[in-house]
């Protein structure tokens, strides 16, 4: 029952009996009765695990009984970021603590891969560990070693699971992208890695289409010249033609089913804490992405924890996310199988046939923790439908938001029109750890706009300019303690600076992530954006996100951005621009509600210096605004240091860049 107060609007109070049946209760109890560490409520133990980090994190590995050798070494070896080492002389292997499942549910389902055909493809715990086994196998007998790197192009679909855990069964480096990159974009990512096998995907259906990517294979592996194997993943009839045509660019094309077609019991690598797991990117808006690598240890005991402890994850749960490969929240969703959970895949559009064809999944998996991104929520409720009205739900105990900031009126949405009864979080990380900073947790109320709090043995702070501790104030979101989860390296960075300078720069010794936040004295955050996204009208700072929501509610309004762009002179421009609705136009009348809303419900000192109609908003291909690019192109930077490869809609980013350009011929004119 929402409850509201002058200051702050509380949705969901979690029932007393969900409390305390959930794993953190189980943990807290565990804890006193194992250890004699008595806490109570999440503020007590969250201020118990950040005070005694190393303490915190060798209990995640006796609770969660990691399979492994522990070793006798310390915990953290180090004490400023990033020149720390975790668990040295220790030894798992994050395959082998996801298919332990395998022994104690062998017949139950691992992954369920729907696709827009209503083909629902389903793999048992059993099977999958077989199939695994092939994979790993498979890679030994074509030279694959520990430390190799696999890349993939492939879609959200059961193989890309399978694929990535016989590369880490191997003890080899994976990366994945989803297929609608260009070459270039696939190349930008996966050239610096140097991969020696490359896996890609006969087909798949998006959008009523099947799309085909196997035409460019022969461009793509002359791009990638270190490949000597190329596996075929095959779903469709007809891909032996596909295989022998991409075949013309190398010796041979090895198709995925024949390599899987007889199971075989897996071989597990036991690795070093930090031998490198995946390799994730940056969104390389102004340059070539970034590869950030993180660790089978760190990703595994961080997954446990976040899953199990923050997010209520459980053995034999139901896993859903609306994702591509590309975005980190896929590994997420493949982290949940940790816990045991099953996880639904999903190669095609999330608005396939219907708005609210997420939900439509959610009732026929009977979904109990879905994971989105914060835009797709938006869409469904700006469509005007009501899920609950439509679907049965009552599986379903959480939803997991996260990518942008959740707008109050969809808050409120879930409530009224999801279900009255379930945990919604909005929860920060993102691909730099791999899990969240702040977010969810079982215990205390979800109250609208804020993220319930910092997540175990997360140092979470809020920093001035001057790198003081601020609340209930615009600040930096710091980090001040290291995370296991941390990135292991940068790839091709050996002496650490590029690492170095993209977290620590600011404050040394402390990460900081790039976003401001408004901490409150509870401990609760709210996110406003990205930092370097900032408005900053006369030295007072607004998240560009608060201002997008407000416009967003605006009648007419289909989406917005705003940036504000520091021009010679000292001069101070803010434009805004705005998507209408079909049918509407920007006009006199528009912009004027649009200022008024604004002023009512952010500030007259954020009303833009114009306001202006545009064809979208730029987006990665993740969903992530364009900001900083485009900013940086109205403040003088050249159009050639914006990545093209990374935009979802490369004609749209050239449509602010020429709108940019125009703007400061004109202002030179003057």
Not at 11 to 30: C, F, G, K
Not at 166 to 189: E, Q
Request: charged share 20%.
């Amino acid at each position: 029952m929402t409850e509201r107060t002058p200051e702050r609007t509380v949705l969901w109070t979690p029932p007393r009996d969900r409390v305390e049946s959930s794993a953190l209760a189980d943990y807290q109890r565990w804890l006193a009765r194992e250890h004699g560490v008595s806490t109570s409520g999440y503020q007590e133990l969250l201020d118990w695990s950040v005070e005694n980090i190393e303490d915190f994190w060798e209990t995640m590995w006796t609770y969660f009984d990691v399979v492994g050798d522990r070793g006798d070494g310390p915990v953290l070896t180090g004490d400023t970021m990033p020149r720390v080492r975790w668990f040295e002389g220790a030894t798992c292997n994050y395959a082998e603590n996801i298919l332990r499942h395998a022994d104690t549910r062998p017949d139950a389902e691992a992954i369920v891969g729907l696709h827009e055909d209503e083909r629902r493809d389903s793999i048992t715990w059993r099977e999958l560990r077989g199939r695994v086994g092939a994979l790993a196998a498979w890679l030994r007998e074509h030279g694959v070693e520990p430390g190799d790197t696999v890349c993939a192009v492939l879609p959200n679909i059961p193989e890309a699971v399978e694929a990535l855990l016989a590369c880490a069964a191997v003890g080899a480096v994976w990366s994945v992208v989803s297929p609608d990159f260009g070459v270039k974009g696939i190349a930008d990512r996966f050239a610096q890695i140097e991969p020696s096998v490359l896996l890609t995907v006969d087909g798949y259906l998006f959008n009523g289409r099947e799309q085909d990517p196997t035409g460019t294979v022969g461009d793509l592996l002359a791009a990638l010249p270190t490949v000597r194997e190329h596996v075929l993943v095959d779903q469709f009839p007809g891909a032996g033609e596909r295989a022998e045509q991409t075949a013309a660019a190398r010796e041979s094309t090895t198709l995925y089913s024949q390599i899987v077609a007889v199971s075989q019991e897996p071989v597990f690598e036991p690795v070093e804490f930090s031998h490198p797991l995946w390799v994730l990117y940056s969104s390389g808006t102004t340059g070539k992405p970034k590869g950030i690598v993180h660790g089978h240890g760190g990703a595994t005991l961080e997954a446990l924890k976040a899953n199990t402890l923050q997010q209520e994850a459980l053995e034999g749960g139901r896993h859903y996310s609306a994702v591509a490969t590309t975005w980190v929240v896929w590994n997420l969703l493949v982290n949940s199988m940790l816990v045991g959970a099953t996880i639904v895949t999903y190669d095609g559009s999330p608005v396939a046939g219907v708005a609210d064809k997420q939900f439509e999944i959610i009732e026929q998996e009977k979904v109990t923790n879905f994971g989105t991104g914060a835009a797709i929520l938006t869409m469904i409720e700006k469509s005007g439908v009501s899920p609950a009205a439509r679907y049965n739900l009552s599986a379903l105990r959480s939803i997991l938001s996260t990518g942008s900031p959740l707008p109050d009126s969809t808050w409120e949405w879930v409530y009224a029109h999801v279900s009255p009864d379930i945990h919604c979080g909005s929860d920060s990380g993102g691909t730099d750890i791999a899990t969240g900073f702040i977010g969810s947790n079982p215990y205390d109320p979800i109250v609208r706009g804020e993220l319930q709090g910092a997540y175990l043995a997360v140092a979470a702070d809020s920093f001035d300019e001057q790198g003081r501790p601020v609340v209930d104030e615009v600040g930096e979101f710091v980090v001040t303690k290291p995370m296991p989860s941390m990135p292991v390296k940068f790839w091709n960075d050996p002496d650490g600076s590029r690492y170095e300078s993209a977290y620590f720069d600011a404050y040394p010794g402390v990460w900081r992530h790039g976003d401001w936040v408004t901490k409150r004295p509870g401990g609760q955050y709210v996110i406003h954006g990205r930092s370097d996204s900032t408005i900053n009208r006369g030295g007072i700072r607004m998240g560009s996100a608060d201002i997008c929501q407000a416009v967003d509610g605006v009648e007419g309004v289909q989406s917005s951005m705003v940036i504000g762009a520091e021009l010679s002179g000292g001069d101070y421009y803010m434009p805004l621009f705005v998507v209408p609705k079909p049918g509407v136009e920007v006009d006199d009348a528009l912009r004027e509600r649009i200022v008024q809303r604004i002023r009512t419900d952010v500030s007259p000192r954020y009303v833009p210096d114009e306001i202006i109609a545009a064809p979208a908003v730029p987006t990665t291909r993740t969903g992530k605004l364009m900001e900083v690019p485009i900013k940086k192109i109205f403040q003088g930077a050249s159009p050639d240091t914006i990545n093209r490869g990374t935009a979802a809609d490369p004609e749209i980013l050239d449509w602010y860049v020429n709108y940019a350009q125009s703007f400061a011929a004109g202002r030179q004119d003057r």
